[in-house]
């Protein structure tokens, strides 16, 4: 019989935060994959559990998955832990769950600490809805679309960011948000656990020289899709403006009155514009 697969969550910074059902995952499975060995076996130390670790990261993820497949087949059980937190959740896994379901291999997740949660549940920002970015793309196409994402975001954005990149990170998605609330969770769950919140203005005369780990939470824009369209627009030239409704079927009288109405303009000064 094949064996099954577990995603265990490990604590993020406060030893303490593990799972009683994680532990006794981490006791009973004969294999430990692991991001990386010497931080699992640290954890492991504490736990006084003594297993065998296979190291399964972003570099080897590919060749590992094969391997690690191939142990669940033959009937081996296998955790799969993070350096810290979530499995899958900004850090290496996906793979290997994809996989372990191709091969109908039973995949079952031991829930725990997240950054991302633990951040917004005492951020203060609407919790309702939201949308996790992780770490920004670096390279410069995908960054620029992914900002652009964050502009017109009609809910609550939380991201991950390194500490020796979280001032430029900052500095990117300033433009973008204008003077939305933000708060930077920072060492979560240790003892300089510490949130701060303000305009991306205000955190950055705060934080000189960033240290630590940080989540960073962005408060809805709580402009409506509809004005955030009518702003894109508004950046148009009058005539793309026109062409854009035209390629809707909309008739000229209709669209004088809309391209009009969005420019805060004169209908007949549209009119007469277009009549040139
Ligand atoms: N899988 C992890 C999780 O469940 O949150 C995330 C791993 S990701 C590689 C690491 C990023 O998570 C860090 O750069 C930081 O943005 C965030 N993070 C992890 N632990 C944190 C903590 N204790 N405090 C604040 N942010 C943390």
Redesign the pocket.
Known sequence: MAGQLYLV?TP??NLEDITLRAIKILEQVDIIAAEDTRQTLKLLNHLKISKTLISYHRHNEEIKTKELINKLIEGKNIALV??????????PGDEIVKEAIKNKIKVTPIPG????I??LIASGIDAKEFTFIG?LPQNKKNRKEKLEQIKNADNTLIL???PHKLLQTLEDIKPNIDQRKVVL??????IH?EFKTGTIEELQKDIINPK????IIVEKNEKTQNQIKIENLNKLTIEEHYKYYEEMGIEKKEIIKKVAKDRKLNKNEVYKKFLK
Not at 113 to 116: E, M, P
Not at 185 to 190: D, G, I, S
């Open positions: 969550a993020i910074g993070s350096d810290a937190g979530t499995p899958v959740i900004s850090d600490a997240c950054a991302l633990t951040a770490f991950y960011e390194a969770a920072r060492e979560l769950t240790k656990e630590g780990e940080y989540v």
